[in-house]
Structure formats: structure tokens, C-alpha cells
């Protein structure tokens, strides 16, 4: 079976700090899709990125990048220079036919 | 192009009391999945369906959840005689069917948060 761990539960930054979040991930399957999701205080999940088992390549969107490491099972996420609007609740998550989900990481952007 | 559409937005209802959630996929998406979020306890997969077909339903409570997704309309999720721990945040997703079994990115829609008095 999957399993996604989000082991930071909230992380608190100073406006235009970079800020890390982390996903490991423990699965079987031998190609594999990885998504990172954000659900804003308003409520709704966006999705950022997918990512699948056989794509090493780190990607880059703006402030967002993606380092996919399949030696140590993780999908971390990095903003840099935060911004308040960056306050969300930030959701790592497994494919397997259905969507499985870390915990969240709580991120509190301060001006 | 719109979204996922789901409705109502809140629902309250006493308990004893019937839900129905309704979820519109994205135009040309043809699958749906439903996730529900407990305070505490994160998003939860309950089921995921085709036009007319229940595919994986292994996250659904065994008593009072049902859900469909009908030839014409949007999906539903029905849940029978509420009680105050089905109060949660219920998502909906909808994926095209690309053929990439697990590839599929999902997109969700804004929830309907229930709430049993």
C-alpha cells in the first residue's frame, strides 16, 4: 500500500524567507504519480504539480520548485521569497487509481 | 472553460436527516472521485466512479453512503440518516481518462462542508 508522510505539521516564516516543506512517500509500484495540492483558507484544493516515477528532472514554476529524490522517496516543495498569500495548508499526495494523502503542512506566511 | 462544480456549498441537516451532494466534472472529464475531510483527520478517498459504474468504492463507509454518477447528470453523494461525525468537508474531483492508471491529475472542486446538528 501507499503511504505519504508530511511530518512538519505547521512551519511559521517571515515574509520573503524560502521555506522548504517535505514528502516522503513509501510505495511498491514501480511507476508512480506524485501531485502536490494547496488548499487556501478559503477552502478549496489547487492543484501545483504532478510528478510521475520515471521523470527525475526538478521542475521550477516561478517561485515554486520541486526536488524529486526516488533514493530517499521524497517530493519536496520549495517557495521562495514567500509571500503572504502563500499561507495555506499544503497537501502532498499519491496516485494509486485514487488519490493518497500526507497530513498537510500548515504554512503561516508573516508580513 | 468551468470547473468542478459541486453544490450546495454548506448543507446543514439534523440528525436523522438525508444529504445529497452533487458534483459536476470538467467538460470532457469522465471520471469522479469523492474525498471527504474530517477535522483532524486529513482527505480521505471514499470512492471513485465512471458514467454509470462504481469502480473503487473501498474508502465509503458500509452503511448509509451511497454514491452514483449517471449516464445524464452530475454525480451524487447520498448520505442516509446523518449523524453529527459525518459533519466534514466533502470534495469532489473529476480526471480525463487518459490511460495513465494513476496518472490522471484530479481537479477538485470548491467542497460542500456539512454540518449535522
Known amino acids: 500500500a501507499q503511504k505519504v508522510t508530511q511530518a512538519q505539521t505547521e512551519i511559521s516564516v517571515v515574509e520573503k524567507e524560502d521555506v522548504t516543506l517535505d514528502c516522503v512517500y513509501e510505495t511498491r509500484d514501480t511507476t508512480y504519480y506524485l501531485f502536490w495540492y494547496k488548499q487556501p483558507p478559503s477552502g478549496e484544493l489547487v492543484f501545483l504539480i504532478r510528478r510521475n516515477s520515471f521523470d527525475e528532472q526538478n521542475e521550477i514554476s516561478g517561485r515554486y520548485s520541486w526536488n524529486f529524490q526516488k533514493s530517499t522517496s521524497s517530493f519536496n516543495f520549495t517557495i521562495t521569497a514567500s509571500q503572504v498569500v502563500d499561507s495555506a495548508v499544503y497537501f502532498c499526495a499519491a496516485n494509486t487509481g485514487k488519490l493518497i494523502f500526507g497530513q498537510g503542512t500548515t504554512l503561516q506566511v508573516k508580513p | 472553460n468551468a470547473g468542478v462544480m459541486q453544490n450546495p456549498r454548506h448543507l446543514v441537516r439534523r440528525r436523522g436527516q438525508e444529504a445529497r451532494l452533487r458534483c459536476s466534472p470538467m467538460?470532457?472529464?469522465?471520471?469522479v472521485y469523492w474525498y471527504r475531510q474530517l477535522p483532524e483527520e486529513g482527505l480521505k478517498f471514499m470512492v471513485y466512479l465512471q458514467k454509470e459504474n462504481i469502480i473503487d468504492e473501498s474508502g465509503m463507509p458500509k452503511e448509509r453512503f451511497s454514491a452514483e454518477f449517471p449516464k445524464e447528470g452530475p454525480s451524487i453523494l447520498r448520505i442516509q440518516q446523518v449523524v453529527r461525525g459525518d459533519s466534514a468537508a466533502y470534495f469532489c474531483a473529476s480526471s480525463p481518462n487518459t490511460g495513465a492508471f494513476g496518472g490522471e491529475t484530479q481537479y477538485f472542486g470548491p467542497g460542500t462542508r456539512l454540518l449535522v446538528l
Open positions: 467538460k470532457g472529464h469522465s471520471h
